[in-house]
Structure formats: C-alpha cells, structure tokens
C-alpha cells in the first residue's frame, strides 16, 4: 500500500482504536473513523498482538490482510481510517481467500461497501486467484475436502 494510505503515526492508530466503531469476525476486528485529515481516500493499518504467533506467523497474517485491503480498496467508499487488529492465529486464518472473506465480511458490515458491488479484478489478481484455492461452503479449501475423512453417521 502506498503512503498516502497508510497511518503511519501512533496517535492516529491510537485515535481509530478508542474512538472508531469496531466490527469483529472470528480472526479480525475492524475499527473505522472518518478520515478528517484527508477525506479522499481510505488510510489504513494492521495490528497483530503477541497472540498471534511468532514474528513470521504475525508478519504472515499482516500481509495477508493488508493484500486483501488493497484488492478491496478501489470499492470502498472513501474518507476513513481503517485499523485492521489480527487477534486469531494461522490456524484460523490459514489463506488468502479465508482473509479476503472476512475482510470482505467486515467491511460490509462497517457500510463501506454496497451489498452487491465487488471490486473489478485487475491484471495481477489473475496469478493470485489461480494460486488461491475456492472455498467450500463447509470453509474448507476444495483441494482439502477429498483428503478429510467422511463423517460417521
């Protein structure tokens, strides 16, 4: 994400955390205050606490949602300030497709994007969704559901 769309500076981040309406879906919380800095665009931050994991399972669960921020960007209205707070683990949130659902999820939730309307894919999401497993209606990945075992009646 570029650094127009960041929050870059504590007090802000500390600012959406206490004032801004919170949206929670299993792994993730979504905190969202108007933008008043800049109301043109959308600033955002992702925050994974020590419960998340090590270093590389944060960083990893981080990437995932700001990857999934910048595809759903273009299609949310614009002028705030978004703070992503991670509080499940890589267990919870194992993929790409699992964290863009939720994001998705809350994102609509919070109002910042219309019931219908989902973001036009762009070049480079092509590669990613050929990478990226569909997904169940169970949750699971389609390539995963042959390997579990059946459920005994």
Same mark, same amino acid.
């Given at each position: 994400?570029?650094? *127009?769309?960041?929050?870059? +500076? $504590?007090? $802000?981040?500390?600012?959406?955390?206490?004032?801004? *309406?919170?949206? /929670?879906?299993?792994? =993730?919380? =979504?905190?969202?205050?108007?933008?008043?800095?800049?109301?043109?665009?959308?600033?955002?931050?992702? &925050?994974?606490?020590? #419960?998340? @994991?090590?270093?590389? *399972?944060?960083? +990893?669960? #981080?990437? =995932?949602?700001? %990857? !999934?921020?910048?595809?759903?960007?273009?299609?949310? !209205?614009?002028?705030?300030?978004? &703070?992503?707070?991670?509080? @499940?683990?890589?267990? %919870?949130?194992?993929?790409?497709?699992? /964290?863009? /659902?939720?994001?998705?999820?809350?994102?609509?939730? !919070?109002?910042? *994007?219309?019931? @219908?309307?989902?973001?036009?894919?762009?070049?480079?999401?092509?590669?990613?969704? /050929?990478?990226?497993?569909?997904? @169940?209606?169970?949750?699971?990945?389609?390539?995963?559901?042959?390997?579990?075992?059946? $459920?005994?009646?």
């Amino acid at each position: 994400m570029d650094r *127009q769309r960041r929050l870059r +500076r $504590e007090w $802000e981040v500390r600012r959406v955390r206490s004032r801004g *309406q919170a949206f /929670a879906d299993g792994p =993730l919380v =979504l905190r969202v205050l108007a933008n008043e800095t800049d109301p043109a665009v959308n600033r955002y931050t992702v &925050v994974a606490g020590k #419960k998340a @994991g090590g270093a590389v *399972q944060r960083n +990893r669960l #981080k990437r =995932l949602v700001r %990857e !999934a921020l910048r595809h759903l960007d273009p299609a949310l !209205a614009p002028g705030h300030d978004i &703070v992503v707070i991670v509080r @499940g683990t890589v267990e %919870e949130m194992p993929s790409y497709a699992v /964290a863009h /659902a939720t994001v998705e999820r809350l994102v609509r939730r !919070a109002g910042l *994007q219309p019931a @219908g309307e989902r973001p036009a894919p762009t070049a480079g999401d092509t590669a990613a969704a /050929a990478l990226t497993p569909p997904i @169940g209606s169970d949750g699971t990945p389609a390539n995963r559901r042959a390997t579990l075992a059946p $459920e005994k009646a």
